[in-house]
């Protein structure tokens, strides 16, 4: 009974030292590689950490409501688009990896929103939008709503 | 005998099921507030650079911002431009969109776009300068 009891503290010290201690904003280590990434969370997997912005948009003009991303990890040489709400006011954003992945929410002012991300080296373009209402479709046109091609 | 070691077994292992359960709903919760928690950075912070035809580089606080060219670019104007970069950081000219502009004449404009041309890495591999343009709409 001792041992049982000594056993359960010293599995309990150790839970406590591997939540309080785990890398949530910045893992060191991506948890998925090729094409494996397809359609996962960049932040989840690990793929956001370090990675760049290759392109940003403000479609609706600069100074705008929206700012759209496209982001890129060479951890895990995937793509995903970023949309920011710069409008000061709650709304529905959506962000569009074209031709891909899309998602959207209802976003507090100055929070962004993203996609799924996708494994590849070249060709992707973001694409975002801002609404009263959701947008629950992929934004690909105009034009204007897309950063250009990289 | 047996019974009372069952029934203090379960006093223990109960309330450790618990804190494991709590474990993990805090694990969950951490997890989902790290979603959003993106940064952005302001050190160094760099002076005003002014670069025109006439100036096309400039060297401040081991900074240097080159101009490599311009032109027009359907309805926008097209800079391009090189920095170093101060760390390996995702450094970016602008990032609300003000903090670069174009101006002519006694016009200011902001950018509608700003992208990625390359970077130019240093002999250990490390990236040390990148290269991007910026789109101003002139009209």
Known sequence: MRKVKIALIAMSAIIIVVVLGFPFASVAYALCSGSACNGTDPLATGCSAGAATVRQKWPYGNPGPLKVELRFSDTCNTFWARSWNYSGLYYYINATLKNWYWYQRYSPPSDSTYSAQRYGSSGFQACGDFSTSPITWPVTSPSWKCTSTY | ?139
């Open chain 2, 1 to 139: 005998m047996l019974k009372t070691q069952k029934v203090k077994m379960i006093r223990w292992v109960f309330p450790f099921l618990v804190f494991v359960g709590l474990a993990v709903a805090i694990f969950q919760i951490r997890q989902a507030s790290a979603r959003d928690a993106i940064g952005y950075f302001t050190q160094p912070n760099l002076e005003n650079v002014n670069l025109d035809k006439q100036v096309t580089q400039l060297t401040v606080n081991d900074i240097t911002i080159r101009l490599l060219g311009s032109h027009q670019n359907g309805e926008n104007y097209q800079v391009d431009i090189c920095y170093t970069l101060p760390d390996d950081r995702d450094w970016l000219l602008a990032y609300r969109g003000n903090e670069v502009t174009l101006g002519v004449q006694d016009r200011v404009f902001l950018p509608v776009e700003e992208g990625t041309i390359g970077w130019l890495p240093s002999t250990d591999g490390s990236k040390t300068e990148r290269c991007e343009y910026l789109l101003f709409p002139v009209g």
